[in-house]
């Protein structure tokens, strides 16, 4: 096996373990989610928290130094199969603390407008595919 495929073996694996978590989360969370998604506000907190405590401890100058592919499995692979906002959040984060806060809020900004746009523009286009399919227009 190739060097370059370990590491993404591994972070594949990492990420299908992430995905099966939030999924069990979500079970374990839908009787509270009726009002407000709170399985998912859950999950993206708890994996904002994660991906941050985790790189943070595990830099190079961190308390408990890490290799770049352990990093890499459970930041992308895990915590991105857990929930992407905690990509984002760290992301919006490292824009603070380099001293750019107008990036962050831009980063803040564009993420929720063009994220609302797009899963508008999706649901627009299924429903239009919807409607020509079973005869309407």
Sequence with gaps: MSANIFPSLLIGLAGAAGTLLRYWVG??????SQVLPWG????NVTGSFAIAFFGTL??????????????????????????TFSSFSLQTLDLLKNGTPGRALLNIGLS?????ASVTAGYMAAQAINGLSDGKS
Excluded: H, K
Aim: proline residues 2%; charged residues 10%.
């Design 112 to 116: 929720v407008v063009l994220c609302m």
């Design 58 to 83: 595990t830099a190079a100058s961190g308390r408990l130094p890490v290799s770049e592919t352990g990093r890499l499995v459970f930041m992308v692979g895990l915590c991105g199969g857990y929930t």
């Design 40 to 43: 998912t506000i859950l999950i």
């Design 27 to 32: 079970l374990a969370t839908m009787r509270w």
